[in-house]
């Protein structure tokens, strides 16, 4: 072989224990071979959250990127996508809601996982930077599959059957919600869709504690608000420093979260005068279970 054509070495650098990966070497303006997949794939799911940097990719590149990982699905919030892209969305502190305010983002600032709500939820988000404030606005992940398995063994087996009904938001979280929002919700028909509150990894048989508090209507058995109450409590008291990080972003990154044991959240702690813009790409997962 030339060894000046050879292509850098892949290198994955964990960050924690649990949680956490950045891998350096893969060109992803090209399909990745079976060897580099494979090794960036096993990451994922040891580290739950793993971000391939360095890659300057046009939004083509990037879905290409995202096809070898499973088949894509539409992200539910249909007002902001790259245009030409419908399968890539964006997520910028510059958007409007319908009113002309700043379209509020509250949700995403607490640990959650994407669309509950639907029946196949996604398996993998997928996030790569495009413009970025001078500090802050990192990406937090939580590896759930360690959380859930540090809780003591009454509360593992309290939670362990618990299901969870999913609506686009909660009627206990309407008030101060981002309007577009409530209102599809209020003038939807569609009944919630029943999960797990505690899934099992189809690749792995781990079991991990995945819910969106904001679209939980109620864990089946408890009320709207005494679900809120009951979730937040979980938060407290299974997320220990340990199992989550913060992703620091740079451009070029693109970050990679396994939602069957991960959960997540945005950071938004900088400068809003500055631009965040990320851009997002949802796996189709199975059906939780
Ligand atoms: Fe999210």
């Known amino acids: ?6 292509e850098p070495a892949i290198k994955v650098q964990k960050l924690k224990d649990h949680v956490g990966a950045i891998i350096t070497g893969v060109d992803l303006t090209k399909p990745m071979d079976k060897a580099t997949f494979d090794t960036v794939y096993d990451a994922l799911l040891e580290n739950v959250a793993v971000a391939i940097r360095g890659n300057i990719l046009t ?9 070898q990982f499973g088949e894509l ?22 958007h409007k809601a319908s009113d002309g305010k700043p379209a509020k983002v509250a ?9 509950t709500n639907q029946e196949y939820p996604p398996k993998f988000t997928m996030l790569y930077a495009v413009e970025l404030p001078d500090s802050g ?3 937090a992940v939580c590896n759930m599959r360690a959380a859930y398995e540090s809780l003591p063994e009454e509360k593992r087996r309290q939670i362990v059957d618990m299901k ?17 929002i409530v209102k599809a919700q209020k ?14 990894h189809p690749d792995t048989g781990t079991k991990a504690i995945w819910f969106h508090k904001a679209k939980t209507e109620r864990i089946i058995g408890m009320e709207p608000q005494e679900t809120q109450d009951f979730l937040e409590d979980l938060l407290q008291t299974a997320i220990r420093p340990e199992f989550h990080f913060v992703h620091e972003w740079q451009v070029g990154d693109m970050l990679i979260i396994d939602n069957r044991s991960a959960m997540h959240k945005a950071g938004f702690d900088f400068d809003r005068s500055q631009h965040r813009h990320l851009r997002r790409i949802l796996v189709r997962g199975d059906r939780p279970s």
């Open 1 to 6: 072989m030339n060894v000046l054509a050879r």
């Open 137 to 139: 606005g990192g990406t």
């Open 107 to 115: 949700n995403n600032a607490t640990w959650h996982t994407d669309h």
């Open 187 to 200: 003038a939807s028909t569609k009944p919630p869709t029943i999960q797990p509150l505690v899934r099992t």
């Open 73 to 94: 699905m539409e992200d539910q919030n249909r007002l902001y996508l790259v245009e030409g892209h419908p399968l890539i969305s964006v997520l910028s502190n510059r």
């Open 164 to 180: 969870t009904e999913n609506t686009l938001i909660s009627s206990a979280r309407m008030e101060g919600a981002n309007p577009d």
């Open 59 to 67: 939004p083509a590149q990037y879905q290409a990127t995202a096809e």
